[in-house]
């Protein structure tokens, strides 16, 4: 069982898309993953969020004109996304046994986004297995981009995956880092509770 389903029980998808509102209405930015993403691929370009909830960051990708796949174990978060984007590809997958082919989709991503402490909340022991799935979903020079806390004050629960482990996990699956931000507007990491990294699949 993944962190997240201790945590949630994977119910909570109504209760998440109604925090995130009210957070939309009070003013904040609701965008800055899709801003990133899309400062480093083209429109047009494939993009598979990969945990992608109730398809915040996904839809605005759509919006932008990114060909996108959303994929999420969530049955609570997929069913607010299918609400709210019937026409978008969504499927409940465990990001552990990801297989493009069985789903039909095509294994050749520009970029694959991991939003929202996906990392950090999957099951204990398959962050190696789940970075290699990610990887092998991407085209040659593909990127993968993850966002996640580092320290109990960015994350739900206790923290258990450091960047150097990440950075090895990626390293194995032939991925190699090309930048690192503190925030997903792109600040410089600076050895902050939470990080963005950005990984290249090699050509």
Not at 121 to 135: I, K, N, S
Not at 136 to 147: I, M, S
Request: negative net charge; proline residues 6%.
């Amino acid at each position: 069982m993944s962190r997240w389903q201790e945590l949630t029980g994977g119910t909570s998808g109504e209760e998440y898309a109604t925090r995130f509102e009210a957070l939309r209405r009070s003013g904040k930015d609701m965008h800055g993953e899709a801003a990133l993403c899309s400062a480093l691929v083209p429109a047009g370009a494939r993009v598979l969020d990969a945990g992608c909830g109730t398809g915040r960051v996904m839809i605005r990708l759509a919006e932008l004109g990114y060909d996108c796949v959303g994929i999420d174990l969530d049955a609570s978060m997929l069913d607010v996304a299918r609400d709210r984007a019937p026409a978008l590809p969504w499927f409940q997958v465990d990001l552990a046994a990801f297989d493009p082919a069985a789903l039909g989709v095509a294994a050749d991503f520009d970029l694959v986004v991991a939003a929202g402490n996906v990392l950090p909340l999957l099951a204990p022991g398959t962050e190696a297995t789940v970075v290699d799935r990610l990887a092998a979903a991407l085209r040659p020079g593909g990127l993968l981009v993850a966002g996640f806390g580092l320290d109990a004050a960015h994350l739900p629960v206790p923290p258990a995956l450091t960047l150097p482990e990440y950075d090895a996990c990626c390293a194995a699956a032939g991925l190699e880092r090309v930048d690192r931000f503190a925030t997903w507007d792109a600040a410089p990491y600076d050895g902050g509770g939470y990080a963005v990294s950005v990984h290249r699949a090699r050509a």
